[in-house]
């Protein structure tokens, strides 16, 4: 992306602080105005003292250091808001980018998490945007102090001597061409270096999250060798963003030290001729200090100008990532709903891959008790998740109580389905915290009286802290089973019409199993339930069971039609008590 392209889409961040950006720009003046005035002031001094001396008075004196002292004084309090108000809108727009960019990471689907890793998301909120605060702030700032030094400083010095002013001022753009390829070889190398600490965040964050399992494969070794592959490739790649800085700033020193050369011969030979006077030789020389500071903070700021446009960049390659779900104009909130819904020829594929479910026909009623069983990677668990939009359908359509999924509003519909997941995830907040997700803003009593529903209120009570006992990151505090009876509490609280178990008591032992699933009874009572079952005795009770594989619905039936048929889920049902 070209920086044109880049400021275009920045410069909307902008407009809630316009004001606080043109006072700054206007205090950045004041400060601008006193540094060009200081060689003149000089240069007046100068030439006063050669053409006469007795004019060279202590009234005259006084008038100058009280002019300066003035021009002093409004630089100081310039500088300050500019240090102050200026970095703080700065700040604001960070966190106004910070905000829009974690709400973009809410809105996306499944499928790009699925395609990106998560720490190089966090590295984007995060890190990517540290920058943007002094970008904010001195992006504006800096080149509009530079354009007035040049600017003025031409309009000023020309008057004394043409042919000295262009050639100093000719130096310029010579400068700016001649680091052209190091500022690309910059810009390439911060953004490598945002990506190469992403890995890293990413590596960090997958290996300290499965840390038991690197542990009880005494694999530490090995995971330190793979970071410190990371690390090193991060190193190279900062190794040669430092290269190209200091190319950079060879580069632009060798032009100053051209600049101070050119004003000293050629000025020189000009004040031997007679054609300048000796203030206005000196003039020139600090006036070359002036142009150079205001050059060379353009230098340094460049280094700044270019990680904050890397972390722009990286920024708006989320922002402008296509949300592939997404409510239609004209969606409906979905109200009083009664739970039955209808697959009507439902073809899903990801977008890389084959068929996973093909022509799928099937109608569940309101409260109906429904089991779906069938082979790894019959798409039982994608069956589900398209009820909630989670994903879309290829071709045909889902319905809920008759209304295509797609013509409803997400809010409206996920907020009337309750899912409990093999692989339950608990924030790191405390019980009442995690159970209280189900229905933001729930009384403490509410809480209870789902977690006594659930069956987890007498081992919550058991607890140091009770219901304000932290979990700890992912819940690891916590046993498979506890976790799992906070997260029906969750779904308890929530009280949807239609309830999703996918192999919700799969990974627990025989005695949590018991526990769980007396609860999950509870919470299917009066509910539209879909359950994805791996333990096949635990949905003999059920209404209806669905047999899923590659080619589509298999079988349906009760338990005891679909033993009598001794098909696919006989047999399954026989292995599996084997």
Not at 11 to 36: Q, R
Not at 264 to 289: H, P, Q
Not at 429 to 440: E, Q, R, S, V
Request: aromatic content about 10%.
């Amino acid at each position: 992306m070209s920086s044109s392209y880049l400021i275009r889409r920045f410069a909307p961040y902008f407009k809630p602080y316009k004001g606080i950006l043109i006072f700054d720009l206007i205090c950045a003046s004041f400060t601008t105005v006193s540094d060009i005035v200081l060689p003149l002031l000089i240069r007046y001094i100068s030439n006063v003292v050669a053409a006469d001396f007795a004019e060279f008075t202590t009234d005259l004196i006084v008038k100058i250091v009280g002019i300066y002292l003035c021009l002093r004084a409004v630089d100081v309090v310039a500088n300050y808001y500019m240090q102050n108000t200026g970095h703080v809108m700065g700040a604001k727009i960070e966190t106004d980018m910070r905000r829009d960019l974690y709400e973009k990471c809410q809105n996306l689907s499944y499928s790009y998490y699925s395609e990106n890793k998560t720490g190089q998301l966090i590295s984007r909120i995060t890190s990517d945007l540290f920058d943007i605060t002094e970008f904010a702030h001195h992006c504006p700032e800096e080149y509009w102090i530079a354009s007035i030094k040049i600017i003025l400083g031409f309009v000023l010095l020309v008057r004394i001597d043409a042919l000295l002013t262009v050639l100093m001022f000719a130096i310029i753009p010579i400068m700016i061409a001649a680091t052209y390829t190091f500022r690309k070889k910059m810009r390439r190398a911060f953004k490598m270096q945002r990506s190469g600490l992403g890995e890293i965040n990413s590596h960090v964050e997958d290996s300290l999250l499965g840390i038991k399992v690197s542990k009880s494969f005494a694999n530490e070794e090995f995971e330190q060798a793979r970071f410190d592959v990371d690390n090193s490739r991060f190193l190279g790649v900062k190794a040669i963003g430092y290269k190209a800085m200091a190319g950079f700033r060879s580069v632009t020193r060798t032009f100053d030290g051209l600049m101070y050369i050119v004003v000293i011969l050629v000025g020189s030979f000009e004040l031997k001729n007679g054609r300048i006077t000796t203030g206005d030789f000196v003039a020139f020389m600090m006036y070359i200090g002036v142009l150079l500071e205001a050059v060379r903070r353009i230098v340094e700021f460049t280094e700044q100008f270019q990680r904050g446009m890397t972390g722009i960049e990286r920024f708006i390659e989320v922002m402008d990532e296509p949300i592939e779900i997404d409510d239609a104009p004209d969606a409906i909130d979905l109200k009083d709903i009664k739970g039955a819904i209808e697959f009507n020829d439902v073809t899903f594929r990801y977008s890389d891959s084959e068929e996973i479910l093909n022509k799928i026909n099937l109608s569940i009623k309101p409260g109906e008790n429904l089991a779906l069983v069938g082979p790894s990677g019959a798409g039982k668990t994608t069956f589900c998740n398209l009820i909630p939009r989670f994903y879309e359908v290829s071709e045909g359509s889902i319905k809920v109580d008759g209304y295509d999924i797609r013509q409803l509003t997400c809010k409206s519909l996920r907020s009337h389905i309750g899912m409990v997941q093999q692989d339950v995830y608990l924030f790191s907040d405390t019980i009442a915290g995690n159970i209280a997700y189900g229905k933001p803003g729930a009384t403490m009593e509410e809480i209870e009286q789902a977690a006594k529903l659930a069956g987890a209120d007498e081992f919550i009570r058991e607890m140091s802290d009770g219901y304000n006992t932290s979990v700890g990151e992912r819940g690891m505090k916590l046993s498979g089973g506890q976790k799992q009876r906070i997260s029906i509490a969750r779904v308890f609280l929530k009280n949807p019409p239609i309830l999703i178990l996918d192999e919700a008591t799969s990974a627990l032992d025989n005695e949590s199993e018991k526990l769980v699933q007396r609860s999950l009874a509870d919470l299917s009572k009066g509910r539209t339930t879909i359950t994805i079952a791996h333990r096949l005795t635990t949905i003999k009770s059920a209404d209806r069971i669905i047999v899923l594989n590659q080619d589509g619905i298999a079988e349906e039936g009760t338990h005891d039609e679909l033993m009598a048929k001794d098909g696919i889920y006989a047999n399954m049902y026989r292995m599996y008590q084997l």
